[in-house]
């Protein structure tokens, strides 16, 4: 469970600086309904920035903001794209919700907010003296960077040497400190390692996402209510919710499979990872070029007793996939060729590389179950195509000037052929041997215990549960924050 015991002296002085900077924090309550954010917020959101620096854009750490880059306020229905059968080549209804509308283009800021609220609201991170250490894959040490900003906090990015520019080149201007480790994405060891060379300085605060419950916390109720909405919003008559996808990263998005799964009982949750990297399907290891989905290891906040199917995605295919959706030629062939609307063909950018790795894994789940078109599968888009332009440059330069031949051929082989391979139906026995993973990365390395391992399996009313609850006393504690700081009266 979440610590929420008090450092009085490190909340006295949050609430000065917060005081200091107009910072009001939203709660958890108003990022599921932001129709409950008042009225002055609304007021300045209407003329701020979606990636402003600016403390008022933590109230846009929500699924429902308006598709604005300056402005926008907030729908009521969260912003999603439903894929058509002429695309995927399955009958079942698959939907995306978008991360691109989120502040720094990724829901990852979402995540990196349950971690460090929790830790503010109570003094435990004291502002006036810590750094927060945001060790990541790529889009986490974004959000947490940025949360930090807003929050008046000092921040130190981790993440590895290999992924996009563009990563590298906004935190330039955002963190105060970038630490890139060897590697590319699943070489998470290595950020690891540099977070025990960071815990000798006495002013850093370790920020986890692999381990810190305040991720799942966000995502079963924040994520997993936002994709209750959508499908409520757009069901037909007969149609059930009968899968929600995921691909594994920290496994906090996993957690709003947990929500769906308590809501719509029927529903099947898959994790999906690189084939290149079958840490999961086949405790494999490897490089891959899926960013941001990280690998090698089990996280700890992964509830792998409520996942029911294992589904690995060649980094190929995501890779040709992403030209496909962001060159011309690809755009004239979806439309031309396929018949897709020209609207519909340019919102196919708000598919970073992990968000079209996620639709895969929803493909591959509707060909395994044979599911119909009365049967919705779930799942979201992380970020968009705006933080990879650099690698579709990489991959005209390695197969050259794109073209709608290319196109047909990218999407026969690469979306419309996939086939049910590379993917595994948990049985008992199954989720318990990827479980049990975690004791090598965890116990062994990162200093946790056996009978903390156990309980994650064991005992789920007093971790997960206990977990998925503590939100009701986050924001108890956010609203007393606020009241001390005053800014709203």
């Known amino acids: 469970m979440i610590d929420f015991s008090i450092n009085k002296e490190g909340l006295r002085h949050n609430i000065e600086k917060a005081r200091e900077n107009n910072i009001v924090i939203p709660t958890i309550k108003q990022m599921q309904h932001p129709e409950l954010i008042p009225e002055s917020i609304r007021e300045k959101l209407s003329v701020t920035g979606l990636w402003d620096v600016d403390p008022v854009n933590l109230f846009r750490i929500t699924w429902k903001n308006e598709p604005k880059e300056s402005g926008g306020l907030f729908r009521e229905v969260p912003n999603c794209i439903e894929l058509p059968s002429a695309l995927t080549g399955v009958r079942a209804r698959i939907f995306a919700m978008v991360g691109k509308w989120f502040p720094t283009g990724c829901h990852k800021v979402g995540a990196s907010f349950g971690c460090l609220a929790p830790r503010l609201v109570t003094g435990q991170f004291d502002a006036t003296y810590h750094k927060a250490v945001w060790p990541s894959t790529g889009n986490y040490c974004r959000g947490g960077a940025f949360n930090s900003k807003l929050l008046s906090c000092d921040s130190i990015a981790i993440l590895p040497a290999e992924m996009s520019r563009e990563r590298f080149e906004w935190l330039s201007k955002i963190a105060g400190e970038v630490i890139a480790t060897p590697g590319c994405e699943s070489n998470v060891k290595e950020i690891f390692d540099k977070t025990w060379e960071l815990r000798e300085r006495p002013e850093v605060m370790i920020f986890n996402q692999f381990e810190e419950m305040g991720n799942p916390l966000w995502h079963y109720n924040v994520t997993g209510y936002a994709m209750a909405d959508v499908f409520e919003a757009i069901k037909g008559e007969g149609d059930r919710f009968a899968g929600a996808c995921f691909t594994s990263g920290s496994a906090g998005t996993m957690s709003a499979g947990d929500y769906l799964k308590e809501q719509y009982p029927h529903l099947k949750l898959g994790v999906g990872e690189a084939l290149q990297c079958p840490t999961i399907l086949d405790n494999g ?35 040709r996939l992403l030209r496909l959706f962001n060159t011309e030629a690809g755009k004239t062939y979806l439309v031309d060729t396929l018949g897709l609307d020209r609207d519909f063909a340019e919102t196919l950018s708000y598919l970073g590389i992990s968000g079209i790795a996620n639709i895969l894994c929803c493909i591959k789940m509707a060909k395994y179950y044979e599911l119909t078109e009365h049967d919705v599968v779930g799942t979201v888009l992380t970020d968009s195509a705006v933080m990879y332009q650099s690698r579709i440059d990489e991959l005209n330069e390695m197969y050259g000037s794109y073209t709608v031949q290319a196109a047909e051929l990218d999407h026969h082989l690469h979306m419309l052929g996939l086939k049910t391979d590379n993917l595994m139906e948990l049985r008992y026995t199954d989720r318990k041997r990827i479980h049990n993973l975690k004791y090598y990365t965890w116990v062994e390395q990162q200093g946790r215990n056996v009978d903390e391992l156990n309980a994650l399996w064991y005992d789920t009313e007093n971790t997960w549960d206990a977990v998925h609850r503590e939100a009701a006393q986050l924001d108890e504690l956010i609203e007393a924050f606020n009241a001390e700081v005053g800014i709203l009266k």
Do not use: L
Request: no cysteine; glycine share 12%.
């Open 285 to 319: 290891f490897g490089g891959h070029r899926i960013e941001g989905i990280g690998d090698k290891h089990i996280p700890w906040i992964h509830n792998v007793k409520n996942t029911d199917m294992a589904i690995a995605i060649d980094d190929e295919d995501s890779q």
